[in-house]
């Protein structure tokens, strides 16, 4: 999962298509759960998962409506100002490294809980946990319901259902080819 990962992150990069690109994102953060989910860390896993598949409907809901290609398949790039992003990650890479090597760790104290999942959990939503996870299923229904709202035709349909309302000349609907 981790060279899929990295692989999907990878390819984001490289497509030039945004729909490819958010599904090349989307197969590196489901790996990225599905690692989570490997260490025991179901909890993490599974919120990782449905943030990241929530978070690329919103983002495919927002490209139907904002972009002038709504499949997203006209090519394009997502790399702008190589150099200055080359020298930005290089910086930013190394500060990091610095501030792991700097920076005054803590020793552990006490045992480590037998459930680290159950007791994140607990920690984050307390004694809401049942309701903090039929209100994920709630959003998530309405995001579902929502990327269906968004587009009230089909990607060909230009005409609405009548065929024989296709101009001649269009090659999709039309006379040309038939």
């Given at each position: ?5 990295v ?15 958010t ?13 989570l ?64 090597l ?77």
């Amino acid at each position: 999962m981790a060279t899929v990962a990295v692989a999907g992150g990878i390819m984001v990069f490289r497509f030039d298509s945004m729909a490819r690109a958010t599904f090349s994102l989307l197969t590196a953060l489901l790996c990225v759960g599905g690692q989570l989910v490997v260490l025991g860390l179901d909890y993490l896993g599974i919120v990782t998962v449905l943030m990241m598949t929530i978070e690329m409907a919103v983002m495919a809901v927002f490209m139907i409506m904002f972009m002038m290609n709504p499949a997203g398949l006209m090519p394009m790039t997502m790399m702008h100002n190589r150099r200055g992003a080359a020298v930005l990650c290089a910086l930013t890479f190394a500060l990091m490294v610095t501030g792991i090597l700097l920076a005054p760790w803590p020793r552990r104290q006490g045992d480590a809980p037998a459930d680290p999942t159950r007791d994140l959990g607990t920690s984050l939503m307390g004694p809401q946990m049942l309701t903090m996870m039929t209100l994920g299923t709630a959003l998530f229904a309405t995001i579902v319901a929502t990327v269906v709202l968004a587009t009230p035709r089909g990607r060909y349909d230009r005409y609405g259902d009548d065929l024989r309302a296709a101009s001649p000349e269009d090659p999709v609907r039309g006379g040309v080819g038939r």
